[in-house]
């Protein structure tokens, strides 16, 4: 079976040692994406202090930068956002900004619904509110 490890060069790169996503078969796995965005250490939606901590958060607009970077990903390793089959959302604070990111979701999902997992954690590995782990398909 085949199993490719895929690389975006439109996506953030990655904060660890991890590809961006990797091919088995007609699956395509993505490592969590979050909101940041590719060269830079800019994270859309985030205001932090001159040491790094945050001061505060749009979680709307974390989630369009989050939503942009898989459509990245995927159209680099050969599939659609229609390809999409489960999505796993990671959120720092439920009760805060659930009910925006599943107005967002409803947006980018209304025709192709995936199924879906969301978790609330207590961080994430940069100063972010919202993480997407993916799988889809490969035509």
Not at 95 to 122: G, L
Not at 123 to 138: D, F, G, Q, R, S
Request: charged share 20%.
């Amino acid at each position: 079976m085949q199993n490719e490890i895929i690389n975006s060069s439109q996506a953030p790169e990655p904060v660890g040692l991890y590809p961006h996503a990797r091919k088995v078969g007609n699956l395509l796995f993505l490592s969590g994406v979050g909101p940041r965005e590719r060269g830079t250490k800019k994270i859309p939606g985030v205001e932090l202090d001159e040491t790094g901590n945050l001061l505060a958060y749009n979680i709307e607009e974390q989630c369009h930068s989050v939503f942009r970077n898989i459509r990245y990903i995927l159209e680099d390793a050969g599939s659609s956002w229609d390809n999409i089959v489960d999505v796993t959302v990671f959120l720092t604070n439920m009760k805060a900004d659930f009910a925006a990111y599943n107005r967002i979701y409803a947006q980018y999902f209304h025709t192709n619904q995936p199924c879906r997992t969301t978790i609330e954690v207590n961080a994430l590995p940069t100063p972010i509110a919202i993480e997407l782990k993916v799988i889809a398909t490969i035509d």
